[in-house]
């Protein structure tokens, strides 16, 4: 916590580390309430360095004593100031032993060495290493480590750290040692421990090489029956990544641990995962198939890192999407590739492409935009970002895009033969993916440096006389806060033609040789590098429907102005799956839009005004096709989210979309009513409870045609709510039911909330699922969230916890969060102020709710911003918070 002004940190600013470390020697004496830590570093001066002070860094420390070359280094040795210790004239050679202490139990920030139910974890990544002991922590000083940990042994039986066991014991007076070594060198971030009482799954694996390493999934005793998944995950993610990268294991032994109190979704500390519990625990009773999905993916993004992250790192952190935009990548190409079938991939993409539209464009829009490699931080843990991760994870597949699969993973076999054991940043990423390519991919650059989503106009022109059809792509891209104007990006867009069977047209492009490749394209990728570009495709025989940007080629806005009728004609033809499901979420937006527009004119809505789209056609004749997959069915059945709508508007009316949204479903689910219920009938799952991909998707499809079904609330629908929560056997139907009950008033509502309670109070992550499905229904206001705070089982301190109450409501509940007289806007104040002062990280999360702000009705916005001034008038800010607060209102 500090009052000063924190300090912006740029990338301009980067210089080497003035020392180099060379092994780390660690000694743990674990004690809830005062760790001491002993730290023995052998260090070197590096010779590109000018400055010759040795720096170090330290965070809530007490520095017990400092050693330098076996002689104690007193007071006016060294300076301390804001967390920085300086050594001046140190020699070239130095072995530094530091003591430090810690307190654990205090530790409410979730950052360094804390305490979680009785255990002890550690959280690094990106600056917590520093609230251990003092250390040049920074991500490019790579050492080798060997950490002994000594506790009680009754109390802490479990004792891990990064790397192989190589001897354990006991001490004697009831306590007893473990000491760990790690053979690779790694970055502070790294470095991990913990100890406690856990269990263990543990499972020997052969390597494709033949070699044998030790799996191991610790939890708490009780939830070794919620660990196969997670171990059959990271089996999986092994194979995969040998399979499709190259890259094996290079440890001996991998270890993943689940904790209830965790910042984050995981953490890949070298050989030593640590995991929030929701990415670990998993069995039908408590889990639903979005819970399975979300486990697997954060496995394999946390095992991918281990090259991509762990062998080779960050320079610094503004090079963070290096390592996270490449593994969001890499885990989405697994869990597509897990599905295996053609549909499965693309109903992952169109998933990742609406986490993107949801979360990243409004990040980019609003005042907390940064470019993926940004320029400058207050507070690094602010930058974990959507941006960072999933915009960076688009920016990584237009590699793929442009240089094909192959050219890819040439550039990655180049990058790895290059970089392996070094810190380097996101331009020798390009340099590797240009040069293993004999590409020029220099204003590729910019995607990197340039914030902001870009738009691309589309405009056709089909000329009958020389059978030619062009399309002229024009880019341009809204200013940002670091930018005002930008430069044109190299964007890849991917084109297909459909005739008016709606098959593709084969395709050839003026100017560009591409005959006798065997059978004629029918999707290619056009490359858009100036402002505006035409493309001419010759020998057109006749006027085609246009289908750009298939697959999601790149992370842009495409306007293109389409009929009604050629959208519905796209969502019924088109042989690229994205963009028939975006034919109709366009079609939904239109009216969306227009019907918002009516409600804001006070006009009342009607069921004339559906009839009057597309719409209701489009959606019955994807509710009729019995050849659909029906995760896709689903995907294409559900309508824009309130957020992505609003992002639509220039002025935002969360009221008018919610109304709209609600009338549209009724309205759907009305004249749609039969086929719902035909759909619901016909996807369900009998028998064993499995997650695979096709009962997912029917599981997905059914539990929607529930939920239209309930729009209608009659005591037909409440049936046969009532009917599913009483006998489902899985999470997925059980929450499914629980939630529609909840949006209705069917009489068991009550009954059922009560109950879903007492059968899963001792299940946390479940109980999580309950207060959050609270906190986003319908008729839940501020007042009801206040009161399910008071709660016996609610408590700010988790953040699992925080986030399923507190984050739901703000963000999850935009028509009751924006109630007109600000009580949305106060609480939400009171609880940012709350949080900081508990853990800052979880809190700054919280302060981006607001980041919108300014896009609202002057009469919501002025109650916005006197909430965000209380916060940012709020004693004793965290840099985080601080950081998050300031740029809103700037
Ligand atoms: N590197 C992790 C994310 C992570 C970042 C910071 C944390 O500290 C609070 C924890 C985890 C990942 O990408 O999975
Ligand atoms: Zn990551």
Not at 115 to 122: H, K, M, P, R, V
Not at 192 to 219: I, P
Not at 386 to 391: L, N, P, Q, S
Not at 427 to 435: I, K, L, S, V
């Amino acid at each position: 916590m500090r009052t000063d002004t924190p300090l912006t940190i740029y990338r301009k600013d980067y210089t080497p580390p003035t020392y180099r470390v060379d092994t780390v020697e660690m000694g743990f004496d674990l004690d809830p309430d005062l760790t001491r830590v002993a730290t023995r570093l052998t260090m070197r001066r590096n010779p590109d360095s000018r400055n010759k002070s040795l720096v170090l860094f330290g965070d809530s420390l007490e520095l017990v004593q400092l050693r330098m070359n076996g002689k104690e280094v007193g007071k006016r040795g060294y300076t301390l100031t804001n967390g920085v210790l300086e050594i001046h004239n140190a020699p070239e050679q130095v072995t530094l032993e530091i003591e430090t202490a810690t307190h654990p139990n205090q530790n409410t920030s979730l950052m360094g060495l804390y305490t979680s139910n009785g255990n002890f974890f550690t959280q690094c990544e990106a600056e917590g290493f520093r609230k251990i002991t003092f250390f040049p922590d920074r991500p490019d000083v790579m050492a080798k480590y060997t950490v002994m940990l000594r506790a009680d042994k009754s109390r802490y039986p479990v004792l891990l750290s990064n790397g192989n066991l190589v001897e354990e014991g006991d001490l004697g007076d009831g306590r007893h040692y473990a000491v760990w070594e790690d053979p690779f060198k790694k970055p502070s971030y790294l470095f991990a421990l913990v100890a406690g009482q856990l269990v263990c799954q543990e499972e020997k694996y052969k390597l494709q090489s033949g070699r044998e390493v030790l799996l191991q999934v610790w939890v708490e005793e009780g939830n070794l029956d919620k660990t196969q998944h997670a171990m059959d995950s990271l089996e999986n993610s092994i194979r995969w990544d040998v399979e499709r990268f190259g890259l094996e294991l290079d440890l001996d032994r991998f270890m993943i641990v689940a904790v209830g109190d965790f910042n984050m979704g995981a953490m890949e500390n070298k050989g030593l995962n640590i995991f929030n519990t929701k990415y670990v625990l998993a069995n039908p009773r408590i889990a639903t198939d979005t819970d399975y999905a979300g486990i697997e993916s954060v496995v394999g993004h946390e095992y991918f890192h281990n090259w991509t992250g762990n062998r080779v790192t960050c320079r610094d952190w503004f090079q963070l999407s290096l390592k996270e935009g490449l593994t969001v990548f890499r885990d989405q190409e697994f869990s597509a590739d897990l599905i295996g079938t053609e549909s499965g991939r693309a109903v992952k993409r169109i998933e990742d492409v609406r986490v993107l539209r949801q979360a990243q464009f409004p990040e980019d829009a609003g005042p907390m935009a940064h470019p993926v490699r940004p320029d400058s931080y207050v507070e690094i843990n602010n930058f974990y970002t959507v941006t960072i991760y999933e915009k960076g994870s688009e920016v990584v597949r237009m590699y793929q895009t442009l240089l094909g699969r192959d050219g890819f993973r040439k550039g990655m076999d180049l990058y790895f033969q290059r970089h392996d054991g070094q810190a380097v940043t996101c331009d020798d990423f390009r340099a590797a993916m240009a040069d293993a390519n004999d590409r020029d991919l220099s204003q590729f650059e910019l995607w990197y440096s340039q914030a902001g989503t870009p738009h691309i106009k589309a405009d056709m022109q089909y000329d009958a006389g020389i059978r030619t059809y062009s399309i002229t792509l024009t880019q341009s891209c809204p200013p940002t806060p670091e930018h005002a104007k930008k430069q044109s990006f190299h964007i890849p867009v991917a084109v297909g033609l459909l005739d008016r069977n709606g098959r593709d047209m084969p395709l050839t492009l003026e100017g560009q040789d591409n005959a006798d490749n065997g059978s004629a394209q029918t999707t290619l990728v056009l490359e858009l590098k100036e402002q505006s570009q035409t493309f001419v495709f010759t020998s057109v025989a006749e006027p085609p429907v246009p289908s750009i940007l298939r697959n999601f080629s790149a992370p842009v806005v495409l306007d293109v102005e389409y009929a009604d009728a050629e959208l519905a004609f796209l969502m019924a033809n088109d042989s690229d799956a994205f963009n028939r499901w975006e034919a109709g979420q366009r079609l939904a937006m239109r009216r969306m839009l227009a019907l918002s527009a009516a409600v804001q004119g006070d006009h009342a809505l009607s069921n004339a005004q559906l009839d009057e789209g597309a719409l209701g056609n489009a959606f019955r004749a994807t509710l009729r096709d019995t050849t659909l997959d029906p995760a896709f069915c689903e995907l294409a059945l559900t309508l824009p989210s309130e957020t992505v709508v609003a992002e639509q508007m220039d002025v935002i009316d969360p009221h008018a979309i919610h109304a709209v949204r609600v009338f549209l479903r009724r309205a759907l689910a009305s004249t749609l009513k039969v086929d719902w219920l035909v759909a619901y009938q016909s996807n369900r799952t009998p028998g064993t409870y499995s997650p695979d991909p096709v009962s997912t998707g029917k599981r997905g499809l059914k539990n929607l045609a529930l939920s239209y079904v309930l729009e209608i609330d009659d005591a037909d629908a409440h049936r046969l709510a009532q009917n599913q929560y009483d006998n489902a056997n899985n999470m997925t139907d059980r929450i499914a039911a629980l939630s529609v009950l909840v949006n209705s008033t069917a009489p068991g509502r009550d009954a059922a909330l009560a109950h879903f309670f007492e059968e899963f109070e001792h299940e946390a992550l479940v109980i999580d699922k309950w207060f959050s499905l609270q906190a986003m229904a319908r008729n839940t206001d501020v007042a009801t969230v206040r009161e399910l705070m008071k709660h016996p089982a609610f408590t700010l301190k988790n953040p699992n916890r925080a986030r399923s109450l507190i984050f739901s409501f703000c963000n999850g509940n935009p028509a009751q969060f924006h109630a007109v007289d600000g009580s949305g806007y106060e609480f939400w104040a009171d609880q940012v102020i709350a949080l900081n002062a508990i853990n800052p990280q979880v809190a700054a999360r919280l302060a981006r709710t607001m980041d919108r702000w300014r896009k609202y009705a002057p009469a919501l916005q002025e109650k916005m911003r006197a909430a965000l001034l209380r916060v940012a008038s709020a004693g004793a800010l965290s840099k985080d918070v601080l950081e998050v607060v300031t740029k809103s209102l700037a």
